[in-house]
């Protein structure tokens, strides 16, 4: 018995298959985006109902385009079941193209599951007819069919997954065509079965008089739309909803690349922006500025003595007095710690400039209550007016702070306006640069290393290394003194290289004594980075000793990662692809947007300390701050490391915030090699001992 086949009704199971098919690519982009979403399930399941409705739809219109001489029907309950094998495999579809990464293995083994499946729905629904006598099959175009729809299950998942991002260039059209494809496929898998089954002459459907066709073609169809459309319609609504959760979180983020978290007052970023402005219009008018630099004296000591969170409650403090009475185009900034400037416009004398500092002084004399304690500073204030201080913000920030120290010198609580001998910083500046190079070769440098814990276990993660320079007449130097004056002499690559190469001594000191084997983090300065050979350098290093790339890990800081993007993106592959990985340091003082996490793809995150310190003095909004950047971590699939973790209260808000790592004076400070060494080496005896405790039967 032969059967013949209704054009518009072939045309319209292709549509809906295409339907199903562009569902498809898009549900697995949103429930990507849905990650670390506690909707995600939900998501999920509605998402393999919807596309297995469309699959089902599509190979039921298939069928009813196929009409015999006789009058057709359908069993509701083999029906039925072939529905719910539609949605199974649709839902292994959506779980393996929306999550993980699809390894060659993986895509097979889906790939077939889903493959069998679709086959298996198909046999089910032709089932459905209950033909005497049974249907009987062509044997080759059933195993032909079946490997037609293995493959096309596999190219599905490959392409669902590839577009899944929402980084791919031409992302709409390149989803279009992956669903023209894939809806070719299915139709031509549907077809191809259907070509299998042979109707003997005289056959009867028992299921005549149960499903009537028509009915059914109308029901499939409307329903198909309705499902797909509706689905596709939500899709939508998600992705909207996602792009507007994703430009308020990066005016969060932005708001704090510009301004200080614990005062709200701009940054050192913004200063510099507002002094090129103030250089600017001084230009076009002739209109003198001033810059002061305030420090506030005795601060320290109290920080030291009461604690971080009296420190920072009295720094608020402070920056409101500071605010007070500054017109609207004057601007206060913090530059970090207990350090604040000031700019003021039109100083033609400089009288403005004094008279703003002697109000700064008496605000900032007055007592102070903090937390039931009566506290007293002082400050020490360096004027600098442009021009003749300086032509640019770097040079009028420098003759203000020397003058700042002048202040401080002529006995604190007051203020000095810059002349040419206080520059005392720029000779300090010459003779660290001048020593340096004695340091480098006379054992004067050392390293320090700073574990960085996991937040569930609290056991160690890896660690980061830190430079040291103790020197022989001026006692410790900090980095933040040094390093600056090495990248501005060119040292800082051969420094660069000396730490690298005392990081793999270590590394190979410590598996020499069968130490745990962990990550070892390395600060990359932005001259370091920007040296052609890098990657060569470091390759060389770490050959020569011995050291797997696994074992180190690069920290970049945002600025740097600005500086070149595209130098950028190719040096980070580079690392990558040689089994290093590249973590993005201070996250939250720079440029803090969220388009070069995508494109740069930072194996790790490190959340600056400012952020902790603003869990404590403002726990909800610094929650909410913190558990964004969480949030879009997970999306992309980068670990996040919270720096300067100091109080219990920090550390419990990171671990309801389910935070990967943890670095911080809380745990541990920075260790010296060999006390290091010990630390590591008292962690193993840990570990080796709570397996023993586990391994030791009870009783």
């Known amino acids: 018995m032969t059967g013949v086949y209704n054009p518009l009704l072939v045309c319209l199971s292709l549509v809906v298959a295409f339907l199903a098919s562009y569902t498809a690519v898009e549900l697995s982009g949103g429930l990507n985006a849905l990650a670390s979403a506690k909707r995600r399930p939900l998501w999920l399941v509605g998402g393999a109902v919807s596309m297995g409705v469309g699959i089902w739809s ?51 083994v889906a790939g077939t599951i889903m493959g069998i499946g679709v086959a298996a729905m198909h046999f089910t629904g032709m089932h459905a007819m209950q033909m005497s006598p049974a249907i009987e099959y062509t044997t080759w175009k059933v195993v032909l069919s079946v490997g037609v729809a293995i493959a096309a299950s596999m190219a599905a998942l490959w392409l669902a997954f590839r577009l899944r991002t929402s ?9 279009l065509g992956a669903a023209v494809i894939m809806a070719v496929a299915i139709t031509g898998m549907h077809y191809l079965g259907m070509s299998a089954a042979n109707f003997a002459a005289g056959s009867l459907c028992l299921s005549g008089g149960k499903l009537d066709a028509n009915w059914l ?28 959760s994703l430009k308020r979180a990066n005016r969060q983020l932005h708001y704090l690349g510009t301004h200080d978290a614990l005062t709200n007052l701009p940054n050192r970023q ?7 402005q103030a250089v600017a219009e001084c230009a076009r008018e002739e209109s003198p500025f001033a810059v002061l630099f305030v420090d506030l004296d005795g601060f320290k000591s109290i920080n030291d003595s009461l604690g971080h969170r009296v420190g920072d409650d009295l720094l608020q403090v402070c920056a409101e007095r500071l605010r007070e009475d500054l017109r609207h185009t004057d601007m206060v900034a913090r530059l970090g710690g207990d350090e604040f400037v000031i700019v003021i416009d039109n100083v033609a004398d400089g009288s403005s400039a004094v008279a703003v500092a002697n109000a700064v002084l008496r605000r900032l004399s007055q007592e102070i209550v903090v937390n039931g304690l009566q506290l007293r500073v002082s400050a020490s204030i360096g004027i600098a007016i442009y021009p003749r201080d300086g032509g640019n913000a770097d040079e009028l920030l420098h003759s203000a702070d020397a ?75 900090a980095p933040l003194e040094f390093i600056p004056i090495a990248e501005r002499s060119g ?34 300065s932005p001259i370091q980075f920007s040296v052609p050979d890098l990657v060569a350098r470091i390759d060389a290093l770490t050959g020569a000793a011995g050291v797997e790339p696994c074992r180190l890990m690069f920290e970049i800081t945002e600025t740097t990662a600005m500086q070149n993007v595209e130098k950028t993106s190719r040096t980070i592959e580079a690392l990558r692809s040689r089994g290093y990985t590249v973590a993005i340091d201070d996250f939250g003082t720079g440029y803090s947007s969220l388009c070069y996490l995508q494109r740069f793809r930072f194996d790790q995150i490190k959340i600056d300390g400012s952020f902790m310190r603003d869990l404590d003095a403002d726990g909800q909004r610094g929650s909410a701050l913190l558990s964004a950047v969480l949030t879009l971590a997970r999306a992309l699939q980068i670990e996040v490391v919270a720096e300067g973790v100091e109080t219990e209260s920090q550390l419990r808000t990171l671990s309801e915030l389910a935070c990967d790592q943890m670095q911080g004076f809380l745990l541990s400070r920075p260790l010296p090699a060999a006390e290091f060494l010990a630390f590591l080496r008292c962690a193993a005896d840990r570990i080796v001992a709570a397996k023993r405790a586990c391994m030791t039967p009870a009783g």
């Open 58 to 108: 599509m190979h039921f219109i298939g069928m009813l385009a196929f009409s015999l001489p006789i009058t057709v029907g359908y069993d509701f309950s083999v029906t039925a079941a072939s529905l719910f094998l539609a949605i199974g495999v649709s839902l292994i579809a959506l779980a393996t193209a929306s999550r993980g990464a699809l390894s060659r293995g993986r895509l097979c």
């Open 167 to 175: 980084d791919v260039e031409n992302l709409v059209v390149k989803r």
């Open 217 to 244: 073609a109308l029901v499939v169809t409307a329903t198909s739309f309705t499902v797909l459309v509706g689905t596709l319609a939500l899709l939508g609504f998600l992705t909207s909803s996602l792009s507007i």
């Open 270 to 276: 913004q200063l510099s922006l507002r002094i090129a």
């Open 403 to 477: 003058a700042m120290y002048a202040a401080k010198q002529s006995g604190r609580n007051t203020f000095r306006v810059f002349e040419p001998q206080m520059n005392h910083t720029a000779l300090k500046s010459l003779i660290l640069q001048r020593d340096l190079h004695r340091a480098l070769s006379g054992g004067e440098l050392s390293m320090s290393f700073q574990p960085k814990f996991s937040v569930a276990s609290q056991s160690v993660t890896g660690v980061e290394a830190l430079i040291r320079w103790r020197h022989p007449e001026l006692g410790e130097i």
């Open 491 to 524: 040292l800082i690559v051969e420094i660069g290289d000396w730490v690298l190469r005392e990081v793999c001594r270590n590394i190979a000191l410590w598996d020499a004594q069968g130490l745990p084997a962990i990550s070892v983090a390395v600060n990359l």
